[in-house]
């Protein structure tokens, strides 16, 4: 045996947070493949859905992506910040990230705004007294999904937020933006495959 | 004892620590505590239906609704929580970062944050006996519309609270806490086995029962990701009126099925391969011998994760599936006993013409193998063939083949571990004559309950039926003896058990203390440490120059050459 610190038993031969990272977004994107998977499943059974389709906003959706893939490149900025150790920069760039998941968020609960009022709800009781049994679950779906898509919106800003705060407080942690961007890139990701499944196949 | 000063109280070591052996004591107690519960269950539901007249104390006489949800929660509890609390939890944080030669686990916070998960689990399960509903009788596999229950669908609970305070939710709401327990930790044990190896260690040294900890946790988040997604729209289905598994809305029921099986099956192998890490660990420590074919196993365990994620609808043989796809899926069942067949002979041949040491976990051991293989594992072919199975599915058989395979693998296994590292992380030596017993009395009324419910199986006898009295061909000849038999069988079984638990907490406070930190003379690092290992792990950090298993090398002047040390 010989006399080893402990900081150099570790040999970190892959980051240790980026692993961490890696390896929750793969079991995240098993979640949304179990819904995916239902909604295609469902999809091609019920015709009934197509026409549910129709009823989504299309226009709102397409901004929406838009405002998601122009927050991945503003976190790309700040991990380009982060490398620089520039923590003005890095402040700018992720707030301009939490201004679009707000922005995301805002067109959402708009969109979502327009389908209540229109009788399309979780459960969808008007659908249902007109006999459209099939087509409330379309709704159901749809806001499972995207449901459970903008809780990770909210839970990515959060964590750029306090990863954000953390460095300016204590100028250490650099590497915390890389990790939580990954996170937010999974969060857009996982938006690229939902928005043609639920906006643009008729 | 480098950190022997850092005095930890009570409430610090039990809810507070970051140390992750005090987390494997949490997880183990945690665990030990709600599985009492779950043995106390069987036993009721096994008195009743043998005697089924029988007023029992506390739980008086059992009528269909109690019987279904005492058998619900026995086997919710013992899958989700005792298998994977013990085999998965408890001792990958007791293992691992010893095993690896570091001080704690990747994430020490995370770590124990996964446990406040755990227990808040528990706790979310416990609650939901005190519901209205007094417990969920939905059956453990929670299949629509019978976890939705008495809600339906319909208007009998309309208020928003009635349907939330329910068994039905509480206990859909504890096992989606557990998952979330269970993917945290599974975060951590892959990160700490690729970031925290001692140095020199490569990953083809790493002891075996660490890398089937981590393949399992894997396997474990490829898997379940899907069944999160249904709980989430059983919860919705019955707080929120939709109707994903309603059928009578053009919701599939079936749908539940496909989600809760894709988990399920994967999920037999992800508390298998804990165990079946654990036996490699005492087996070649007691056969003197290395390991048989380590990348092998490595290679068949991994090709049976791939397959494990293919063969769950042969649960589904009977429920209505295409029966072109019970073909396809009955071939790949069987094909995936070989990967088991070669892991199971490379142990086989491990033992061969070893210099055996009949030791008490080396007892364990060998049984697990014995029932797994023989009794477990040949009526899973059996069942996995589809033409079989239409005959025996829902019968004893069915009941009587899992029980083969979970009870060698937890309770014989686990108990393998626990009699084999109950010293290094006490100190103390466990009271071998107590453990003998245990070992036995295990042995033999396991078999006493197992083999009469295949025979009732055969006979004809359905699972999940609150009493068979008023089927009169099962009320005739023998069937109602061998029931007599499988429940005082199951009765002792359940009390053995408490051998085991006086003698665990006797012996670790009065037991004697340990005279060596190596004492079967094994050569993996958690045995180079103090015992118990300080806070910390190893006073210096070990470095590794050799693999997991050199026993009765010719070049070394003892029978062992553990890991650390240079030759």
């Known amino acids: 045996m010989n006399t080893l610190s402990i900081s150099k038993i570790a040999w970190n031969r892959i980051p240790q947070a980026r692993l961490a990272m890696w390896t929750l977004i793969a079991g995240e994107f098993v979640i949304f493949g179990g819904l995916i998977v239902t909604y ?71 969109e979502y705004t327009h389908e209540i009022h229109a009788g399309f709800t979780l459960s969808s009781p008007a659908l249902l007294a007109q006999g459209k049994h099939v087509e409330t679950l379309y709704w159901s779906l749809y806001y499972t999904m995207t449901g459970l898509h903008g809780l990770h919106v909210v839970a990515g800003a959060l964590a750029l937020f306090f990863v954000m705060r953390n460095i300016s407080k204590t100028g250490t942690h650099f590497h915390r933006i890389e990790v939580a961007g990954l996170y937010w890139h999974m969060v857009d990701i996982i938006w690229i495959f939902l928005f043609p499944l639920i906006y643009l196949i008729h | 004892m480098s950190m022997a000063h850092v005095k930890k109280g009570f409430w610090h070591r039990f809810f507070f620590s970051l140390d992750h052996k005090d987390i494997g004591l949490q997880y183990l107690i945690t665990t030990m505590f709600i599985a009492f519960f779950a043995g106390i269950f069987a036993m009721v539901f096994r008195i009743h239906l043998a005697y ?91 299949y629509p519309p019978l976890s939705v229950g008495d809600f339906g669908y319909n208007t009998a609970y309309k208020s928003f609270a009635g349907r939330f305070f329910s068994s039905n939710t509480f206990v859909l709401l504890a096992v989606a806490l557990e998952f979330v327990s269970l993917l945290m930790g599974g975060i951590n044990f892959m990160v700490t086995l690729f970031n925290k190896r001692a140095k020199g260690m490569g990953l083809l040294q790493v002891p075996m029962v660490v890398w089937m900890i981590v393949i399992a946790s894997v396997l474990f988040m490829f898997s379940v990701g899907p069944l999160v997604a249904g709980t989430f729209m059983l ?60 990348n092998l196993i490595l290679v068949l365990v991994l090709i049976a994760m791939v397959l494990s994620l293919m063969v769950w609808a042969h649960h589904q043989f009977v429920a209505g599936i295409d029966p072109r796809a019970a073909t396809v899926f009955s071939i790949l069942t069987i094909i995936i006993s070989l990967p088991f067949a070669g892991v199971i002979l490379s142990f086989l041949a491990t033992l061969w013409k070893s210099n055996l040491r009949l030791t008490l976990p080396m007892k364990w051991a060998l049984a697990a193998i014995v029932l797994f293989t023989i009794l477990g594992g040949f009526t899973g072919l059996h069942l996995g063939a589809a033409l079989f199975d239409v005959y025996a599915h829902d019968t004893s058989f069915v009941v009587a083949h899992f029980h083969y395979t979970l009870i060698p693998v937890v309770l014989f296994s686990g108990m393998a571990g626990f009699y084999h590292w109950f010293n290094k992380f006490s100190g103390r030596e466990l009271n071998r004559f107590l453990g003998n017993l245990h070992f036995w009395l295990t042995f033999i009324f396991f078999n006493g309950f197992g083999i009469p419910l295949f025979l009732l199986g055969l006979a004809g006898q359905p699972r999940r039926y609150a009493g068979y009295d008023h089927i009169p061909y099962l009320s005739e000849g023998h069937l109602p003896l061998l029931r007599e038999i499988a429940t005082i069988s199951a009765i002792i079984l359940v009390l053995s058990q408490f051998i085991f638990v006086f003698n665990f907490i006797w012996s670790a406070f009065k037991g004697k203390k340990i005279s060596s930190t190596n004492p079967w003379e094994s050569t993996t690092l958690e045995w180079q440490t103090d015992s118990p290992p300080p806070h910390g792990n190893f006073e210096v950090y070990p470095v590794v120059y050799h693999g997991p298993y050199e026993y009765n090398r010719p070049d070394t002047e003892k029978d062992y050459l553990p890991q650390n040390q240079k030759l």
């Open chain 2, 235 to 294: 919860l919705l289905d019955i707080n929120a009126g939709t109707g994903f598994y309603d059928a009578s809305r053009g919701g599939d029921p079936l749908l539940w099925e496909h989600l809760f099986w894709f988990f399920g099956h994967p999920e037999v192998y992800v508390i298998l391969l804990p165990g079946l890490g654990i036996l490699a660990e005492v087996i070649t420590t007691n056969a003197r011998k290395t390991l048989f074919g380590y």
């Open chain 2, 52 to 142: 089924p007249d029988v007023s029992i104390p506390l739980f008086g006489t059992i009528g269909p609704k109690e019987y279904n949800i005492l058998v619900t929660n026995h086997g919710l509890i013992m899958v989700l929580w005792l298998s994977m609390g013990v085999l998965l939890a408890s001792a990958g944080n007791f293992l691992i970062p010893v095993m690896l030669g570091t001080d704690d686990m990747a994430f020490p916070k995370l770590n124990k944050l996964s446990y406040w998960f755990f227990l808040s689990s528990v706790l979310v399960l416990i609650a939901s006996f005190f519901m209205p509903q007094k417990g969920f009788g939905g059956g453990w596999t929670l």
């Open chain 1, 40 to 110: 295609l499943l469902n999809r091609m059974k019920y015709p009934g859905w197509g026409e549910m389709a129709m009823h989504t906003n299309v226009i709102a959706g397409t901004i929406n992506t838009f405002v998601l893939l122009t927050s991945s490149f503003f976190v790309v900025k700040a991990h380009e910040a982060a490398l620089k150790k520039n923590i003005g920069k890095i402040k700018f760039w992720i707030w301009l990230t939490i201004l679009c998941a707000l922005i995301f968020l805002g067109i959402k609960a708009y």
